[in-house]
């Protein structure tokens, strides 16, 4: 296990951010304080789109506080580099008994946090017949759990200065709705969390873990990647957390080829949070990123039916809105057709207008079809639609063809990769997607924040472009899924499919 890092010159304080970084990426904290020369130049670049969403961000919390807070008195602590000045104006200011405060400072040991609003409440405490309550404005629609943590983190700030837990927290979500949150539901793994983070932070290089957050959030993705590669580390093995790899280590296995050849049975008993099963699992995937090949762990039968639709849905988390479903249709004798509906705009009624034009083409669907799409999303999507913009018999139905080829994926088939997304599986069958300005969900995303800015036609043409090559690789998998994953098999690197 590796030791102490030599001390860091950043900044000593544990804060919210360190808890959003550690949540994604529990190496990000660690590498932002104690990466080598070397390490430091496969630390990813912020993008222009990140950059922007962090502006938005801001400007979306600006907005909300001034329309919600408009003609109250509400104090504003100015922000500089000297966490110990600003948490002194910001404590004069509580103990004056400010209604609301606006990005005061908080400071208590090594812990440091910049709530976004301290709003008093009455109630006894060390400032007075008062106490302050932590609130933050996000551009979410629910509380993630990252905001759960920097919650309760505020909270806890709060009591050590106040003497007094704070009677309760919330957040402002994106439709300016107050949702509120007990950290006392989660005080137990809180105070785990913490004790790893703050462990981290003082110089312990975390366990080696990688995760989809490492690349797609966090900057250091390359690096774990390469870490992980380097010491054959069972974090390379996917869909285990940190609960089961921490658990593996303590029985000594702790390399891909350990997993590959432990044997299952031998650990009966003794593996918290690993069934027998798991660990069956765990090593067919160790034994296949060893060998490079695919195992068929059991058949796959699809439901059939000739008229196939595969479909996919684009969102913007930050508007939270949809605004393109695809489908692709396929009848035997006719060519395959991609049909799109598209909303080029953020607000909530066109996106009900889109709603609506989908539903009524599915009373145009023939009676027997089958739906394939890939993971749960366009199911949960489909039901915030509904709740938001109305229902009909005709999508109850198409609900019920509905099939997620993931599950097939995941629990059939063991494939040599890391991760099972869509893009990792479909182009390691061999599919290609097209798109040079749009290639992933989350640079759709983007693109459509810039067209609503632009109204560039062009833009939406990519976005469009790449929804349809999703369904296509969802058409590739399901076709792979029926020809090859129809018995139980293993398929050595010289795969049929690339012959």
């Known amino acids: ?42 630390k990813r670049a912020q993008t222009p789109a990140e950059i922007a969403r962090q502006e938005d961000g801001i400007a979306h919390e600006a907005e909300t506080v001034a ?77 993630e759990k990252y905001q759960k943590f920097q919650l309760a983190f505020y909270a806890a700030l709060l009591e050590r200065i106040q003497a007094r837990a704070p009677s309760e927290t919330a957040i402002y979500n994106s439709d300016r709705e107050c949702l509120y949150f007990d950290p006392a539901d989660i005080a137990e793994e809180f105070a ?19 995760r989809k957050g490492c690349y797609d959030v966090g900057p250091w993705g390359n690096l774990c990647e390469r870490s992980a590669k380097e010491a054959d580390d069972i974090a390379l093995l996917y869909n285990v957390n940190v609960t089961k790899l921490k658990t593996l280590r ?14 299952p049975l031998a650990f009966t008993g003794e593996t918290k949070g690993l069934t027998l099963h798991s660990l069956d699992t765990i090593k067919l995937q160790a034994q ?29 988390p930050p508007h939270g809105i949809d605004y393109l479903y695809g489908l692709l249709i396929r009848e035997p004798g006719k060519k395959d ?28 669907l023939p009676p027997e079809y089958v739906v394939y799409h890939y993971s749960p999303y366009e199911l949960t999507r489909l039901k915030t639609l509904e709740n938001r913009h109305g229902t009909s018999h005709w999508l109850d139905l198409f609900r019920s063809h509905m099939v997620d080829l993931s599950i097939y994926v995941k629990h059939n088939v063991t494939f040599p990769l890391y991760f099972y997304g869509l893009k990792h599986v479909a182009k390691f069958l061999g599919f290609s997607w097209r798109g040079a300005l749009v ?40 076709d792979w899924l029926a020809r090859y994953a129809r018995e139980q098999m293993v398929y050595e690197k010289t795969y049929p499919w690339n012959v």
């Open 250 to 263: 303590e029985l000594g296995i702790r390399t891909i080829a350990d997993a590959a050849e432990m044997d």
């Open 337 to 364: 057709e991609y049909v799109r509906f598209v909303s080029r705009s953020s607000s909530e009624d066109a996106e009900g207008e889109m709603w609506r034009r989908f539903l009524a083409w599915l009373e145009t």
């Open 67 to 143: 329309a919600l807070f408009s003609g109250q008195e509400v104090k504003r602590v100015p922000e500089t580099a000297d966490l110990e000045k600003d948490f002194a104006q910001t404590l004069e200011c509580m103990k004056k008994g400010a209604p609301l405060i606006y990005h005061g400072t908080l400071v208590s040991g090594e812990w440091a946090g910049r709530p976004d609003i301290l709003a008093r409440r009455e109630g006894e405490s060390d400032l007075g017949a008062w106490h302050y309550v932590p609130i933050d404005v996000k551009s979410t629609h629910d509380i």
């Open 288 to 316: 296949a990123l060893k060998s490079g090949s695919v195992i068929i762990r059991k058949p796959v039968e699809l439901p059939a039916a000739e008229y196939e639709i595969h479909f996919d849905i684009e969102s913007s």
């Open 439 to 478: 290639k992933s969900g989350g640079e759709s995303v983007d693109q459509f924040a810039k067209f609503l800015e632009t109204s560039d036609e062009a833009i939406i043409k990519a976005i469009i472009d790449y929804n349809e090559d999703d369904v296509r690789a969802t058409a590739h998998l399901k």
């Open 192 to 210: 785990g969390f913490m004790k790893d983070l703050e462990t981290s932070i003082h110089g312990k290089k975390p366990e080696l873990v990688l």
């Open 1 to 42: 296990m590796p030791g102490p890092a030599k001390k860091s010159a950043a900044s000593p304080y544990v804060t919210a951010t360190d808890i959003y970084k550690y949540i994604q990426c529990p190496h990000w904290p660690y590498y932002e304080r104690y990466a080598s020369p070397a390490e430091k130049k496969l």
